[in-house]
């Protein structure tokens, strides 16, 4: 991949300023504008000519992101390739249902209500119907502290628990899902060892401080202790 320098808007950062286990303060630099047309065609023709298995499209909407640009980016991807979508709704508002036919999308509750503009069905209902609305293959939905629920074809849900145990930081734990699913269905092609792993990924991210990479050692560790507290054993804390 070839860094596209812009130099028309500042590189985003996002700094969080924290006393303890407290965050006091979040200080972004951002430039919410659309990129120009000539940027959107080298981050396209990049795409289209990747050797990569996955693709995956993380929209935090500063300015890659929005209706003009999404048709081009999408349409770049190799038909053979794993296509993966997840969209934001924080400070600024991306809609999930921008990226329809994808192979794996990871909306949190929020993010799901938000794009079928959904504030009452329940969490199974909602996730099948924004299932069938995005015309994707499989569907996790991130509920935070009540684990994920996964859709797939044929109406088929299920949900997996939590496996945080002492929750620090979340931030980052929706990227490491979403990094852990993907590897492992382009490696297994089974929804279900994809969430487990996506959720354990997770698991590991809430429990340390600041959005650090999971590395696989981070997650063989997570569970590792699982399994031997399913078996009545005595773990040491880390």
């Known amino acids: 991949c070839k860094a596209i320098i812009d130099h028309t808007r500042p590189t985003t950062h ?12 979040k200080v972004d630099t951002v430039d919410n504008r659309s990129i120009s047309d000539s940027v959107v ?71 799901a209500r938000f794009a079928l503009a959904d504030q009452d069905t329940g969490v199974r209902p909602l996730a099948a119907r924004l299932h069938a609305e995005a015309d994707c293959r499989v569907l996790v939905l991130k509920l935070g502290d009540r ?48 969430s487990i792993l996506g959720s354990f990924a997770a698991a590991h991210e809430c429990e340390v401080q600041g959005n650090l990479p999971v590395t696989t050692g981070d997650v063989l560790h997570k569970i590792d202790m699982v399994e031997r507290r399913a078996r009545y054993e005595r773990v040491r804390p880390q």
């Open 147 to 194: 684990g994920l629920l996964t859709c797939r074809p044929e109406d088929y849900v299920y949900v997996i628990d939590t496996f945080a145990e002492r929750v620090v930081d979340a931030v980052g734990a929706g990227d490491a899902l979403l990094a852990y699913a993907t590897l492992s269905m382009v490696a297994d092609g089974s929804d279900v060892v994809a």
């Open 41 to 111: 065609e080298k981050i396209a023709a990049q795409i289209a000519f990747t050797s990569a298995q996955a693709v995956v499209f993380s929209d935090f909407r500063h300015g890659i992101f929005n209706r003009r640009t999404i048709p081009e980016l999408v349409a770049a991807v190799a038909k053979d390739a794993f296509r993966v979508a997840d969209s934001q709704v924080a400070s600024r508002w991306g809609n999930i249902l921008d990226f329809k036919g994808f192979d794996l999308i990871t909306p949190n509750e929020r993010e």
């Open 14 to 25: 996002k700094n969080a300023f924290l006393c303890g286990d407290y965050r006091l303060l």
